[in-house]
């Protein structure tokens, strides 16, 4: 593309940025459905110029050069753009490399799971129930209810991902610090903790996302239950830079913003960054009693979702448990690549940027899960033909550590293809060069 078309582009982009509205804050960063994954891609092919050119999905990445304006608390932004990305075929990554930001990654990631409220009364409803015991090597848990095995499966892939060759795509990216770069490394066990909390209600489906900051509203609700969970396993001060807290929720008791099966709108999951200061972030306002600096991953129980968030879509009927192995592993790799989600304080005419973002697409925001979401899943799934089109890079099986067999979606690897860049980690799949780079590998 001529640097004229770039730069023309970009000053219509920055120009008409008042005129945007959209109900999609900058934060917190979603896996869509399948059909709302489908949806996003008709709607930029729909909105092509002449030229092949699709301007960028909300919200657009945060370049730090217009201010960045909240309309709402938690709600509509006008954002500052970023150059647009061609359009590609549902089931094929987004095209680009990622590009480093400047922020942290996670190079020794550690993950605590956090079971919240699935001992109430009522977290499945009238399902009968019973406690179990959890063991994911020298770490147990006692959970009231478990019904379909996925506080287990939770357990068990997070203890087992380290040191998979999916898992092991990640070890190409680093962080910069005064001495050099310090990269990724998840050869290790990632599973740090487990929390049954029956100790507060944890119960969101009264809250909604639109509502002000506070106990209403449903992501100061997780990123409170963040707080109490940072507190309980005793991560604080430089520990929390490499702590993921997965705040895991019971049927009935789960995110009502999330995805239900009749509708392209929702999410499956999500991870965040709790920086008030950051735009988007006014839920996260420390007089609520929210603690600063977290990362956290909120994952709905997405089996009310059914094959909208993954569930089938690997391993058929045998199958049901696919979409929290692939929805977990799709939030938890982007927080250990991106863990301050793209948060931006600050702007040129506020006298400087402070970018605490990661890795991610320089084009569209697009983090290493968000380009690979759903590859290879053929847009008729579930009504004709196979549900999986023979991709490089699709989604398939992976084995744990300790034998186990997951469904998991692949990871964008800029290494991969010789270093062209596509999705990667499943062996099955992989183009060559798929770790390619410095680390080691093995």
Not at 231 to 241: C, E, I, P, S, T
Not at 360 to 380: I, M, Q, R, T
């Amino acid at each position: 593309m001529r640097l004229r078309t770039i730069i023309a582009l970009w000053l219509v982009c920055a120009a008409s940025a008042g005129a945007l509205t959209t109900t999609a804050s900058a934060h917190p960063i979603k896996l869509l459905t399948f059909k709302g994954e489908v949806a996003k891609h008709q709607q930029q092919a729909s909105s092509a110029t002449r030229e092949g050119i699709v301007p960028p999905p909300l919200p657009c990445p945060q370049n730090g050069l217009l201010p960045q304006i909240e309309l709402a608390p938690g709600f509509p932004l006008i954002p500052n753009c970023g150059l647009p990305e061609l359009p590609v075929a549902t089931g094929a990554p987004y095209p680009g490399q990622m590009s480093y930001y400047g922020g942290r990654v996670q190079t020794r990631p550690r993950e605590y799971l956090v079971l919240w409220g699935w001992g109430e009364h009522g977290a499945f409803g009238s399902r009968s129930c019973h406690t179990e015991r959890i063991r994911a090597g020298t770490l147990r848990a006692r959970v009231g209810c478990d019904p379909d095995g996925a506080a287990r499966y939770m357990a068990n892939f997070l203890r087992q991902i380290g040191g998979t060759q999916w898992a092991n795509v990640q070890d190409q990216y680093y962080e910069v610090t005064p001495h050099g770069k310090s990269f990724i490394d998840e050869r290790r066990n990632l599973l740090a903790g487990i929390w049954a909390d029956d100790g507060r209600a944890g119960n969101l489906s009264g809250t909604n996302a639109g509502n002000p900051a506070g106990p209403t509203n449903t992501y100061t609700d997780l990123a409170l239950e963040a707080t109490r969970a940072a507190r309980h396993f005793h991560v604080k001060g430089r520990a929390l830079a490499n702590a993921n807290f997965v705040i895991a929720q019971p049927q009935a008791f789960s995110d009502p913003n999330a995805a239900n099966p009749s509708s392209i709108f929702g999410y499956c999951a999500f991870h965040d960054y709790t920086l008030f200061r950051a735009t988007g972030n006014s839920y996260y306002d420390p007089k609520t009693g929210v603690e600063q600096g977290l990362s956290y991953t909120n994952m709905p129980y997405v089996l009310t979702a059914g094959a909208g968030c993954g569930e089938g879509l690997v391993n058929g009927a045998h199958g049901r448990l696919d979409g929290f192995s692939i929805a977990l592993g799709h939030e938890v790799q982007e927080t250990v690549t991106d863990p301050g989600a793209e948060d931006v304080v600050g702007n040129i005419l506020t006298g400087g940027t402070t970018y605490y973002g990661g890795w991610y697409d320089e084009f569209d925001g697009n983090e290493n899960g968000d380009k690979c979401a759903y590859v290879g899943v053929s847009p008729l799934a579930g009504l004709a033909g196979p549900t999986l089109l023979p991709v490089p890079g699709r989604l398939g099986n992976i084995r744990g550590s300790r034998g186990g067999t997951f469904a998991v979606q692949s990871l964008w690897s800029d290494a991969s293809g010789n270093g062209l860049g596509w999705c990667a980690g499943i062996s099955s799949t992989d183009l060559p060069g798929a770790l390619a780079g410095e680390p080691p590998y093995n």
